[in-house]
């Protein structure tokens, strides 16, 4: 069934009332289509018809079921979007023959009045500035990677209120069933998908889930499986009032919308990657697991990423077939190529290089969380190193946001023994699912450092210590400017610093004094490619124990030039 309203299948008489300025007070109207939807945009509103489609996945062939449906998609994006989403309405017969738009039903919980006049049913919203969508922002190089926090902390809020559910077949057996899915349809579509490609990916996709199984179904069983948003990609975020907003979240299918929260957050950093912008996915991935603290789901990230970009490569392919059908050659060809760029990235996701360990320290005001993020996309598996601060995790365990201020005690001696432990801990945990680290602290004590080397030691993967320095006059200056920071060191604490001795220094020591690009510079070329930590110490003419500038024991005055 393609179409269909109030028991038969024509919406035409609808649509054309629907695209008719007279119907929205002589406003201009904007048409959209989707395969689920007409969205027609006048005035300071938009108003979305459900298609009366009937596919494996969506069934809207009846005007009940599309009555239900856009009040559920009223209900779920609120949790949101409460301000986009205004309500339903009926569309009821006119006096004079024609049609007309009921009144605006805010109350969607509530049995809406004239259900027995209506010949159809629409969501009502507000209507926004589609240049302040994300995907449109990206394509323009406008998508800033301070955003990304906002965007992180909205997915988080929501992941945070969704509606838990424990039932085990939305656990492993869930996603076996995509797999299962994605496999069939590139095998029947041989044309657009390599068979060997496809094949490959059938069996790495296979081999991680019998591994994480166990996994999956705990998860499902703690509660990580919620009713979350289901169709997280650029597209389906919005800058509103200021503030990244989602929106437009499944609503038709249990089954895409019951899902993993890291599986829902998935979608997004894929979308991210497959556009280029694997930096911004990596802070937004951060951000995430600052707030959700969920570490161990993470050994399942490279199985979720490759089944997202999988799934949307389906979708490319399937594009395909209609623009050859519309005698589209040129528009068919390039979604074959999508599809088969996303069949790569599927791939790719499931071929990961292995884990590694970067430990960064050094006096406040180094800099070490400056060269943190710009090192960490491009260490390990996509989308990037997880950065584990240890500023970050002392206001967590004092239950304040990262920017508020805590007291002296909260530094004190044994609170900080408690931050460095939790650090060591939850760097043990990420290593062994694969998920490469970046601990971001002072590491004074050669104690604290032999401790993060002997957990990477112990993990069988590479580590690096890096050690920022930098003048204290620099150093002043630069704590004296933050705002809106994690850290609370003032000048004070750097003189305080200034004086302590580290010890014996086996991290090398990397001038931070100058441009923060130079100084990721320098500390790039010890923490990319493969080489050995020891055998670019010697390199430069340095042993391990003195680094790479100043004497051994004391941080170097000089840096890796």
């Known amino acids: 069934m393609s179409t269909g309203t109030a028991g038969n299948d024509d919406q035409t008489a609808t649509i054309a009332f629907l695209a008719d300025p007279a119907t929205h007070g002589g406003h201009a109207v904007a048409c959209f289509e989707t395969h689920g939807a007409f969205v027609f945009a006048a005035g300071d509103r938009a108003v979305k018809l459900k298609r009366a489609v009937r596919y494996p996945y969506m069934d809207f062939s009846t005007l009940e079921k599309r009555r239900q449906a856009c009040r559920a998609e009223i209900a779920l994006n609120r949790r949101t979007a409460p301000t986009l989403y205004l309500g339903i309405a009926a569309i009821v017969p006119a006096a004079d023959g024609g049609l007309v738009l009921g009144p605006l039903q805010e109350n969607v919980d509530a ?211 209609t623009l050859a059908a519309e005698d589209d050659a040129d528009g068919a060809a390039a979604q074959r190529g999508e599809a088969r760029g996303y069949l790569d990235m599927a791939l790719g996701y499931l071929t990961p290089p292995a884990a590694r360990l970067i430990g960064i320290g050094g006096l406040s005001g180094t800099g070490k969380t400056t060269v943190a993020r710009a090192l960490a996309p491009e260490i390990g598996r996509a989308p990037g190193a997880v950065i584990l601060r240890s500023d970050v995790i002392r206001k967590a365990q004092f239950g304040v946001p990262p920017t508020e201020t805590l007291p002296k005690a909260a530094y004190a001696t044994r609170v900080s023994a408690r931050v460095y432990r939790e650090i060591n801990e939850r760097v043990a945990t990420l290593l062994a699912g694969g998920q490469a680290v970046i601990a971001d602290a002072v590491f004074a004590k050669p104690a604290q450092r032999t401790a993060l080397a002997a957990i990477a030691q112990q993990a069988g993967v590479p580590f690096r210590g890096l050690w920022l320095t930098a003048a204290r006059p620099v150093l002043e200056a630069r704590v004296a400017d933050r705002t809106g920071d994690a850290s609370d060191a003032g000048p004070a604490v750097v003189a305080m610093q200034s004086t302590l001795d580290p010890g014996p220094l086996d991290w090398v020591t990397v001038d931070a004094g100058d441009d923060p690009g130079a100084v990721a510079d320098r500390a790039r070329r010890w923490t990319t490619g493969d080489r050995d930590q020891s055998a670019a110490l010697r390199a430069c003419g340095r042993d391990e124990m003195g680094g790479c500038g100043g004497e051994a024991g004391r941080p170097g005055p000089e840096a890796i030039d």
């Open 111 to 321: 049995e809406p009045a004239g259900t027995d006049r209506a010949l159809e049913w629409v969501v009502v919203m507000r209507r926004f500035d589609d240049e302040n969508l994300f995907d449109r922002l990206a394509r323009r190089g406008d998508l800033s990677i301070e955003t990304m926090d906002a965007l992180a902390e909205a997915v988080a809020a929501l992941h945070g209120r969704a509606e838990r559910v424990t039932d085990p077949r939305y656990g492993a057996a869930g996603l076996e069933a995509v797999l299962a899915e994605n496999a069939a349809e590139f095998r029947d579509d041989p044309a657009v998908f390599p068979p060997e490609r496809a094949a490959r990916l059938e069996e790495a996709a296979q081999a991680w889930l019998g591994r994480l199984a166990p996994l999956l179904d705990r998860r499902t069983a703690a509660g990580m499986v919620r009713r979350c948003h289901g169709d997280l990609h650029l597209r389906n975020v919005v800058m509103l009032d200021g503030r990244p907003t989602l929106f437009d979240c499944i609503e038709f299918n249990d089954d895409f919308a019951i899902i993993d929260v890291l599986y829902d957050l998935a979608f997004l950093l894929m979308d991210l990657d497959h556009r280029g912008l694997r930096g911004h996915a990596n802070r937004v991935l951060n951000r995430w697991l600052e707030i959700s603290r969920d570490d161990e789901g993470l050994a399942a990230l490279p199985l979720f990423l490759s089944s997202r970009a999988a799934i949307r490569a389906k979708v490319a392919a399937t594009i395909a077939r």
